[in-house]
């Protein structure tokens, strides 16, 4: 598709288990950011890929949140043991290179922990 | 402190009327700077780019002042279809992971009534 695309669109969870949630972005664009929305709050930034180069995991909340990009592409965010405070809508964006740019979002995957 | 600081508001306002929203940041390093809308339950989308001289797109003008980092954003001739939720965003390198991210104000409500 021409847009960044998350799956899935909604998940609902119980306390205690992992989720798997993923992104595929824009075709060509190198940089690749996960951030975090809970109720009335603002964009929690999470990670960063660039291209071929280590992650930035500055603002992952726990050692409980980990993310892969594969082949420069796909990437997969994982939440292991989840808990009622990891409930929210977890936004992809991509851009076409590093900073300065517009960020192209996903429409989401809202995370509901029961 | 916050990176990116704006008033919550709401604003309700009056078709017609003029609005103008105002967003401070803290990394003096910062290098880019937009306005982002984003509608109930949906994905943020880029409003428009503030550039150092100003800008204007239609009904919007985005002002930029680096020597006070400050951002603002006025909106002529209010529509109801301009209710919505104004989220600043600056690109500014964090100190942790070294990258330049965008980074996201919370975002100031804006309600627009017939």
């Known amino acids: 598709g021409a847009g960044v695309s998350q799956s899935p669109s909604n998940k609902v969870t119980e306390k205690g288990k992992d989720v798997e949630l993923r992104c595929d972005p824009i075709s060509g664009h190198t940089a690749l950011y996960w951030y975090r929305q809970s109720l009335g709050q603002g964009l929690e930034f999470l990670i960063y890929?660039?291209?071929?180069?280590?992650?930035?995991k500055s603002g992952l909340p726990s050692d409980r949140f980990s993310a892969e990009r594969t082949g420069g592409s796909v990437s997969t965010l994982t939440i292991q043991r989840t808990q009622q405070e990891d409930s929210a809508v977890y936004l992809c964006?991509?851009?076409?290179?590093?900073?300065?740019?517009?960020?192209?979002f996903g429409q989401g995957t809202r995370l509901t922990v029961v | 402190r916050k990176e990116v600081e704006q008033d919550p508001g709401p604003f309700n306002v009056p078709e017609g009327a003029t609005v103008a929203f105002n967003c401070t940041y803290s990394n003096s390093a910062s290098q880019s700077f937009f306005w982002y809308r984003q509608d109930c339950r949906k994905e943020p989308k880029l409003l428009m780019s503030?550039?150092?001289s100003g800008n204007e797109d239609g009904r919007f003008t985005a002002q930029l002042n680096r020597a006070s980092q400050y951002i603002s954003l006025l909106i002529r001739d209010s529509k109801l279809s301009d209710s919505a939720t104004y989220l600043c965003?600056?690109?500014?390198?964090?100190?942790?992971?070294?990258?330049?991210?965008?980074?996201f104000g919370r975002g100031t409500s804006l309600i627009v009534h017939p």
């Open positions: 964006a991509s851009t076409p290179r590093a900073g300065g740019t517009e960020a192209f």
């Open positions: 503030v550039y150092s």
């Open positions: 965003v600056v690109n500014g390198m964090l100190a942790s992971g070294g990258s330049y991210i965008p980074t």
């Open positions: 890929f660039q291209g071929n180069s280590a992650p930035d």
